[in-house]
Nanobody, 125 residues
Framework: QVQLVESGGGLVQAGGSLRLSCAAS????????MGWFRQAPGKEREFVSGIRWSGASTYYGHSVKGRFSISRDNTKNMVYLQMRSLKPEDTAVYYCAATSRGTWIPGNQLSYDYWGQGTQVTVSS
């Protein structure tokens, strides 16, 4: 069983930055592919970013490409989402997700087995 705990959300003005963190309990964290999703009120959950076990490959949703950056530290069992140039439309609950499957489609929610509780990000205009 893998437990994920997100932190770092909050209120920020448009154009600002935030860094989200996700702490994983897994002893084999380095074997997990990780991802970030978000869900705004009244909308479906949306893929934000994903990163492979080694961290060598990263993936981004269209709406965040060029503004957000995902990284991981396997020595600390942590994954991060650096968010820059934030917009009001980035306002959502952000979820960390993980999978130990050999096959993984970064943007597919069904590819993930474990989810965090989420952290709220609010961007004011």
């Amino acid at each position: 069983q893998v437990q994920l705990v997100e932190s770092g959300g909050g209120l920020v003005q448009a154009g600002g930055s935030l860094r989200l963190s996700c702490a994983a309990s897994a002893r084999t964290f380095s074997l997990l592919a990780m991802g970030w999703f978000r869900q705004a009120p009244g909308k479906e959950r949306e893929f934000v970013s994903g990163i492979r076990w080694s961290g060598a490959s990263t993936y981004y949703g269209h709406s965040v490409k060029g503004r957000f950056s995902i990284s991981r530290d396997n020595t600390k069992n942590m994954v991060y989402l650096q968010m820059r140039s934030l917009k009001p439309e980035d306002t959502a609950v952000y979820y960390c997700a993980a999978t130990s499957r050999g096959t993984w489609i970064p943007g597919n929610q069904l590819s993930y087995d474990y989810w965090g509780q989420g952290t709220q990000v609010t961007v004011s205009s």
